[in-house]
């Protein structure tokens, strides 16, 4: 038997929910490739507190809208793989990395449009399909979607008809790689305190007050309450969760 650690790719791992799923992972005894966009010192901070925990870490700069980028990235993930981890696949894809937009619809522009598109499920899309081929057989594919592709608030129109197209791609990619032993679950977190969004949920009290109002459990999300449940659907115990999707809201909108 191998001794080496299983290995999860957390796009968007430098900050807010990505940040906590990729630490989330590494507590499960996982070790992690994380990717960002911008903030190479955040993910880099993200990667040594990986480190301490005692697994291996390492980051990679991705834009996840520029497809023509993948393969690039692909060829750069696979180094790492090589030179950091001593391994040639990996077993766990979150594809995690996204962008808030408040685009009402008589107000959306199609660069907006196109940019939402783009992050959100075309990335989500062929990112997975360049991934593939060195996803290990018996691996994990987590999804991530939003309580609003259930529920609606105004000005989020695009956004969450995006995430409600990767539930059902979800389920798709679970049909057709259920032969190799892929799960493939969403997980769909409710209003969560982080700066998505320009930290509207963390920041403005009133919204605050207004969405612990509509949540059973009376409070909003913290980052705490959902990477601990993408780490949890790549153990072993959830082994026979296939094609689902997981809301991780508190009850909101009941």
């Known amino acids: 038997m191998s001794t080496f650690s299983k290995i999860a790719l957390v796009t968007g791992g430098s900050r807010g929910l990505g940040k906590n799923m990729a630490l989330s992972l590494a507590r499960k005894g996982f070790d992690v490739i994380l990717t960002y966009n911008a903030r190479k010192d955040e993910a880099l901070a993200v990667v040594t507190e990986i480190e301490q925990t005692g697994q291996k870490a390492a980051a990679l700069q991705l834009n996840t809208g520029d497809v023509r980028s993948f393969d690039t990235f692909v060829s750069q993930f696979s180094a790492v793989l090589t030179d950091n981890f001593g391994a040639d696949r990996f077993d766990f894809l979150i594809n995690n990395a996204g962008i808030a937009a408040h685009t009402p619809i008589g107000q959306t522009s199609e660069e907006d449009?196109?940019?939402?598109?783009?992050?959100?499920?075309?990335?989500?899309?062929?990112?997975?399909?360049?991934?593939?081929?060195?996803?290990?057989?018996?691996?994990?594919?987590?999804?991530?979607?939003?309580?609003?592709?259930?529920?609606?608030?105004?000005?989020?129109?695009?956004?969450?008809?995006?995430?409600?197209?990767?539930?059902?791609?979800?389920?798709?990619?679970?049909?057709?790689?259920?032969?190799?032993?892929?799960?493939?679950?969403?997980?769909?977190?409710?209003?969560?305190?982080?700066?998505?969004?320009?930290?509207?949920?963390?920041?403005?009290?009133?919204?605050?007050?207004?969405?612990?109002?509509?949540?059973?459990?009376?409070?909003?999300?913290?980052?705490?309450?959902?990477?601990?449940?993408?780490?949890?659907?790549?153990?072993?115990?959830?082994?026979?969760?296939?094609?689902?999707?997981?809301?991780?809201?508190?009850?909101?909108?009941?």
């Open 113 to 254: 449009f196109d940019q939402l598109t783009n992050i959100h499920f075309k990335g989500v899309f062929f990112l997975t399909q360049r991934l593939l081929p060195i996803l290990n057989d018996g691996g994990r594919i987590i999804n991530i979607s939003t309580g609003l592709a259930r529920f609606t608030s105004p000005g989020y129109a695009v956004y969450a008809s995006l995430k409600g197209a990767i539930e059902t791609l979800t389920k798709y990619m679970a049909n057709e790689l259920g032969a190799r032993g892929i799960a493939v679950n969403v997980v769909a977190p409710g209003a969560i305190e982080t700066d998505f969004g320009g930290g509207v949920v963390r920041d403005n009290d009133q919204v605050n007050r207004h969405l612990a109002s509509v949540t059973a459990l009376g409070r909003v999300g913290l980052p705490d309450d959902i990477g601990g449940v993408v780490a949890f659907l790549c153990t072993d115990e959830a082994r026979w969760i296939n094609a689902q999707r997981i809301e991780v809201s508190g009850g909101m909108n009941l």
